[in-house]
Structures are given as C-alpha cells and as structure tokens.
Nanobody, 125 residues
Framework: VQLQASGGGLVQAGGSLRLSCVAS????????MGWFRQAPGKEREFVAG????????YYADSVKGRFTISRDNAKNTVYLQMSSLKPEDTAVYYC???????????????????WGQGTQVTVSS
C-alpha cells in the first residue's frame, strides 16, 4: 500500500489543523493505521492509532484530549484532527499502516510496514 499524507502547515498556538492520509489499493480496511511524528533531533514517536474498522483508538498521553484520529474506509483515508496545538507539537507527521494479524493497535514504529512521506506541522508561540 502507498500512503500520501497532507494537511500540514503553520499555525499559531491554540489553533487547529486536520491531517489526511490517503492510501492506494483495495485493502485499506485490513490495516491498523497510525500517526507518528518526528521533531528535529528526536526519535520518531507514536501519536495515535486506529483499528481496522475504526472501533478502537489509542493516543499518546501528550496528545490525549487534543487530537482525534478517525478513518473512512470507503475513501481509503485516515485523519488526524489536531486542536489546542502547542509549540511542542511541531514536527513532521507521518501516517503508517500496520498489517498486523492481531488487529490491535501497536505504538512502536518498527511494527508498521508502510509509511507516508510526512507532512510538516509548525506551531508558533
């Protein structure tokens, strides 16, 4: 599967952005999807994940209550709605697909087989 992320940009602290990630192929619903981010000089970190049918979600503590992940399997798209943005949210955001046979959400980047190209999110103070 190929992933194409978009929606990043420059926003002031307290603002909102919605990221989108469109997947190619017909098997999108078979993948657990995740959003990760990587700030300069830091390791890539898990942000949020969603199960195959969108029933379950999981968030990093740092974004819980501010970010919402969702998916539309008919459109092969996963979203990340980001609100109350903080300067520390500044990073390149990546979507990723996990072809897990278990179906639960995993937070380690090494578990995800497919990655989008990343979209830059910059939050100014």
């Amino acid at each position: 599967v190929q992933l194409q992320a978009s929606g990043g940009g420059l926003v002031q602290a307290g603002g909102s952005l919605r990221l989108s990630c469109v997947a190619s192929g017909r098997t999108f619903s078979m993948y657990v999807m995740g959003w990760f981010r990587q700030a300069p000089g830091k390791e890539r970190e898990f942000v949020a994940g969603i199960s195959r049918r969108g029933v379950s979600t999981y968030y990093a503590d740092s974004v819980k209550g501010r970010f919402t992940i969702s998916r539309d399997n008919a459109k092969n798209t996963v979203y990340l709605q980001m609100s109350s943005l903080k300067p520390e949210d500044t990073a390149v955001y990546y979507c990723a697909a996990d072809q897990t046979v278990y179906g639960y959400i995993r937070s380690s980047p090494s578990e995800y087989e497919y990655w989008g190209q990343g979209t830059q999110v910059t939050v100014s103070s």
